[in-house]
């Protein structure tokens, strides 16, 4: 018999029995966290992974003094750690917190400038009501005093206060009308009642809501009031990356980053995140809004700086229209409509700034002219300056709309144009920025206008100042593995426990195949023999599965094709088998749910997505919601500028080779896993895996040499694949599901 103590951390595990391996990954968690150490967890999809991490997790933060936040980017996954909380909670009752966005979470609908305005009247109104009482109190007890001494002191008194009651009250008028009455609601309170009925559950944002809109009122400022008592706090990746939002989360935590352990679910995805954090973007709009801004507020501006700021700017205007103007081709643009096209202005490799290039020689002309010298510095040193005044002006439309004077908050473009062109003229040329330029045609004016965006490759400078002040940090994932690439990605240089499970579920109960259909390269996609395959095989599997089948193509374009092909097929139509589909413009959450329903049912139908769709990460296609899942295709991503430029950068900063590696194949390798992984969710859950492709098979490793994607995926899971042709699906898949009880 095991002697050995029960871990502490048992006290939130909240399950009758640990799958396997889970209180192995408990133990190392907790050790890991106890040492100070970054805990990197990948353990196949329904494993238990959140509870493993947030057992030992609150166990130490308990100890320590500390709290912890769990962070995900996927919307099911917040609800499904609503649930595991509330379990942890029905053991140990601990307080939890769950956060959205102020915005999502605002009755009234304002952005986050309006609401500071609004917030800032409402403090001042409180701050006026109380000196008003103050007032009325002190005007009480003259008139008692002159009632009983006839001093004419005290009534020459009474007349002051009168009067300046008289002018606060009308003061509190206009103020009350400038202020948010559901924030005044919440100062006004005293009692606990929200705290208790808080932390007496796990609440949603949604229940909050429900609360405080009850009530007449905000219940995002609710929360904010009460988050330092909790101990769990939920919420999303948001809240942590933008650095802005995260400093915001501490002050109300009266806690700093030391005093918290961070847990990321889904935590392949941090580096596409942060890169979307850090990335800078500004469209011709905004410069045009700020050159015509300035003029308005010239007197706030030195005579030269003005001149110089708009004819900078307007330099750079030109610069962009120019190169589209000329990168367009005959009758091209007559082609472009609403969605963004990017134009290349800068080779990913050669990085040469196109943009940059035309403005700076604008810019030469216009300082021979006035026999100067603009230097990049010298031109950088002026956006400040621009952007300074720029702050200013928007602190002035803030009093204005607070004072309410306007009815609407105007907001600055100058400090935006000014420091995107000196980020521009600083980073265009770094390997870790890539400049871009898009353009789109206006809906309204019928007009192309253009967007530059300097995209970041490796968004270190987002994740590895955080990673480095944290108490404790769990990465979390089904598919983090290669370990070593995320940690130099993110930029992780603190002792890490690298901890990585296999699916432990029985092995009787999955079967994964590797179809020798030829190899979907994007130049052979189209062909005849390669068409009829994948739709064979395709097909086979549908008529051979018992229950739902779930379709990754490697697009939207390629999973619209196959769409048409499979709701016309013969055989498919002849079972009245329904083919859902995930498109844009219809909602996948009502897709999903109606897959599931028809599963549930004990009928069979099949839904069709693409792999980077919304249903291919987080969603729980368990038991007979969905019992194939076909991955047509290893999916590489279309080559454009933007991931070679990541590829590039990779190149230059890991060396050669690691470019392609990290920007492209991991990545491609790891949504596929998350596809596969989609189906067979617990241990008595069964289904098959299904990878349409010759460059999964095995023996594409010797055939098929550097295209074979077989090795790069983790040994204990390549090791299940079985080559079989196409003809051979229905009978594999048959003689699979003839020995299951699919009606469970
Ligand atoms: S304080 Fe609350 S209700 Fe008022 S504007 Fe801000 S978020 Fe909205």
Redesign the pocket.
């Known amino acids: 018999m095991d002697s050995s103590p029960v871990p502490g951390f048992m006290k939130y595990f909240t399950k009758e029995s640990c799958y396997p391996n889970q209180a192995e990954a408990m133990r190392y968690i907790a050790d890991a966290l106890e040492k100070g150490e970054v805990v990197l967890f990948e353990g196949a999809c329904g494993t238990g992974k959140t509870l493993s991490a947030l057992a030992p997790a609150l166990e130490i933060a308990a100890r320590q003094n500390k709290k912890v936040i769990i962070v995900t980017n996927v919307h099911q996954q917040m609800v499904q750690f609503i649930n595991e909380a509330r379990d942890i909670k029905r053991k140990v009752d601990i307080h939890v917190a769950v956060m959205k966005g102020?915005q999502a979470?605002?009755?009234?609908h304002?952005d986050y400038e309006?609401?500071r305005a609004?917030?800032e009247n409402?403090y001042e109104l409180l701050e006026m009501e109380r000196n008003l009482l103050k007032s009325k109190k002190e005007f009480a007890d003259a008139t008692e005093k002159y009632k009983t001494t006839k001093d004419p002191e005290y009534n020459r008194l009474r007349a002051e206060l009168e009067k300046e009651i008289q002018e606060m009250e009308n003061t509190i008028h206009r103020k009350r009308d400038l202020s948010?009455t559901?924030?005044y609601e919440v100062l006004k309170i005293e009692s606990p009642a929200f705290k208790n009925w808080l932390f007496d559950d796990v609440r949603s944002p949604e229940d909050i809501n429900e609360y405080a809109n009850g009530r007449g009122m905000?219940g995002?400022?609710l929360l904010k009031r009460e988050i330092k008592r909790a101990d769990l706090i939920i919420c999303n990746y948001h809240h942590v990356l933008s650095q802005e939002i995260f400093m915001t989360l501490l002050g109300w935590l009266e806690k700093l980053p030391e005093d918290l352990i961070l847990i990321f679910d889904e935590a392949h995805n941090i580096e596409n995140a942060a890169r979307s954090h850090s990335s800078i973007v500004i469209s011709e709009k905004t410069i045009e809004k700020a050159v015509i801004e300035i003029g308005e507020h010239a007197d706030k501006f030195p005579e030269k700086l003005k001149e110089d700021a708009q004819k900078i700017l307007l330099c750079f205007l030109s610069a962009i229209r120019e190169t589209y103007d000329q990168a367009l081709e005959f009758g091209e643009r007559n082609r472009i409509g609403k969605n963004w096209k990017d134009i290349r202005i800068s080779d990913p490799y050669e990085r040469f700034d196109v943009v940059k290039s035309v403005f700076l020689k604008k810019i030469n002309t216009y300082a021979q002219e006035e026999g100067r010298v603009l230097s990049e510095t010298s031109l950088r040193m002026i956006m400040e300056s621009v952007s300074d005044i720029g702050y200013e002006i928007d602190l002035m439309y803030h009093e204005k709309f607070k004072s309410g004077a306007d009815i609407i908050r105007k907001k600055s473009n100058i400090s935006v144009a000014a420091d995107y062109l000196a980020a521009h003229l600083l980073l265009s040329e770094n390997p870790n920025y890539y400049p871009i330029l898009n353009i789109r045609r206006d809906q309204q004016s019928g007009e192309i206008y253009g967007r530059m965006e300097l995209f970041t490759c490796i968004p270190k400078n987002v994740t590895a100042p955080l990673f480095d002040s944290l108490g404790g940090l769990v990465l979390m994932s089904a598919t983090l593995r290669p370990f070593s690439m995320i940690k130099e990605t993110l930029g992780i240089e603190r002792a890490c426990t690298e901890i990585a499970f296999p699916l432990t579920f029985p092995a009787k109960n999955r079967k994964t195949f590797a179809v020798s259909v030829p190899p979907l390269f994007s130049s052979r996609r189209d062909d005849a023999q390669t068409l009829a395959a994948v739709e064979d095989a395709i097909v086979s599997a549908i008529l051979a599965t018992d229950g739902n089948t779930l379709i990754y193509f490697q697009s939207f374009s390629e999973a619209e094709r196959y769409v048409h092909v499979l709701k016309n097929h013969e055989k498919i139509q002849s079972e009245s088998i329904p083919v859902l589909f995930d498109e844009a413009g219809v909602s996948s959450n009502a897709v999903r749910e109606e897959f599931f329903k028809i599963g549930e049912s004990g009928k069979r139908s099949v839904l069709v997505s693409y792999i980077l769709g919304t249903l291919s990460e987080g969603i729980d296609f368990q038991g007979k919601r969905a019992r194939t899942v076909i991955v047509v295709g290893v999916g590489y991503p279309a080559l454009n500028d933007r991931i070679r430029a990541v590829e590039a950068a990779y190149d230059i900063v890991f060396g050669d080779k690691k470019g392609w590696e990290f920007a492209i194949s991991v990545p491609t390798i790891r949504r596929v896993r998350q596809a596969m992984g989609r189906v067979v969710r617990s241990p008595d859950d069964f289904g098959v895996r299904l990878l349409l492709d010759a460059r999964f098979q095995k023996k594409s490793v010797s055939r098929l040499w550097k295209y074979s994607v077989y090795n790069q995926f983790p040994e204990e899971e390549r090791e299940e694949f079985m080559d079989i042709s196409p003809a051979e699906v229905e009978q594999e898949l048959k003689a699979f599901f003839s020995g299951k009880n699919t009606t469970e």
Request: net charge positive; glycine share 0%.
């Open positions: 102020k979470m605002c009755p009234r304002k309006e609401c609004l917030s409402t948010c559901p924030l905000c995002y400022e």
